[in-house]
């Protein structure tokens, strides 16, 4: 029978390192995905500015400007929006390293991995260093 809602489980000093180290892991590759979605999301905020500035411009000149001016939206549009995805993928591949190293850790137990994972059902209970 495993531990009850809510439970304060008491874990050696090493375990709880290692489950520390491994959520600090966890933390670093959310902020690293949230970077790419931000890059992403600036990148359409830029291309869209470019867009609106290509258009009043296009309409005190020429078509080509215009022109020029969608192509300029789109190079930015694409370049950002690849840069974010490279910089989200780098996130996932850390968490997946750490799944990887998480589940085939011998110091944690079943519970402490899907807790270290995000992946548990007793979100109350607390490890704590005995």
Do not use: C, W
């Amino acid at each position: 029978m495993g531990p009850a809602e809510g439970e304060v489980v008491q874990v050696s000093q090493e375990v709880f390192a290692l489950m520390k180290r491994y959520r600090d892991g966890y933390h670093v590759s959310t902020v690293i995905v949230t970077a790419g979605n931000a890059i992403k999301i600036l990148g359409g905020i830029v291309a869209g500015i470019i867009a609106v500035a290509s258009i009043i411009a296009a309409s005190q000149s020429s078509a080509a400007v215009a022109v020029g001016g969608i192509l300029v939206t789109i190079a930015y549009g694409l370049l950002f929006y690849l840069s974010g995805m490279l910089v989200g993928a780098q996130g996932q591949i850390l968490k997946a390293t750490l799944d990887t190293a998480v589940n085939t850790s011998p110091s944690l137990t079943k519970i402490q991995r899907a807790r270290i994972m995000s992946i548990d059902q007793n979100r109350n209970m607390r490890f704590v260093m005995k």
